[in-house]
């Protein structure tokens, strides 16, 4: 592989790692896709065993990912209504307002939902911050998995 083809692959996996805090960006299929591009045109053991580790690593990073917040939130009392409607209201708000509109729309929705179910401004408030706290960590989940993956590829890139 080419020295250009390798900065290439790095500034793949650098968009995935920014994809990751980035919502609508698909951040680990795009690391994903660099190990996998990189593996091909590789094509050594090496490399297949890098892509299969993070293979392995991604797909249990998601499993994690998608059990951790729901269990959470689900833990706080939130109903399954004003999860569905706080992002449906995050996808409307990525289009309107560019990438900001996302998170701003789901948490001033969430609060909102909160506050007509709960009726105090203190428990919508407790019950947005864990919503927060749920999301952040789901984020951390996938970041650190990404982190991982880019950290074995470029190990095995710069050693040999």
Not at 81 to 110: D, K, M, N, W
Request: overall charge positive; glycine content about 12%; charged content about 10%.
């Amino acid at each position: 592989m080419s020295g250009w083809q390798l900065f290439a692959v790095g500034l793949v996996l650098l968009l995935g790692l920014f994809g990751v805090l980035v919502p609508g960006v698909p951040g680990t299929p795009i690391v994903w896709a660099g190990v996998l591009w990189w593996a091909m045109t590789e094509q050594t053991s090496v490399a297949w065993t890098v892509l299969i580790a993070a293979t392995a690593l991604l797909l249990l990073q998601q499993a994690v990912k998608f059990l951790l917040p729901t269990r959470n939130l689900r833990a706080a009392g939130t109903p399954y209504r004003v999860l569905f409607l706080s992002g449906a209201a995050g996808i409307a708000g990525f289009f309107v307002i560019p990438v900001i509109g996302a998170p701003l729309c789901a948490l001033g929705a969430h609060y909102l939902l909160e506050r007509v179910r709960l009726g105090s401004h203190g428990d919508a408030w407790a019950a947005t911050r864990t919503a927060m706290r749920a999301v952040g960590l789901s984020v951390l989940v996938e970041l650190f998995a990404c982190l991982l993956v880019v950290g074995a590829w470029a190990g095995v890139v710069f050693a040999g």
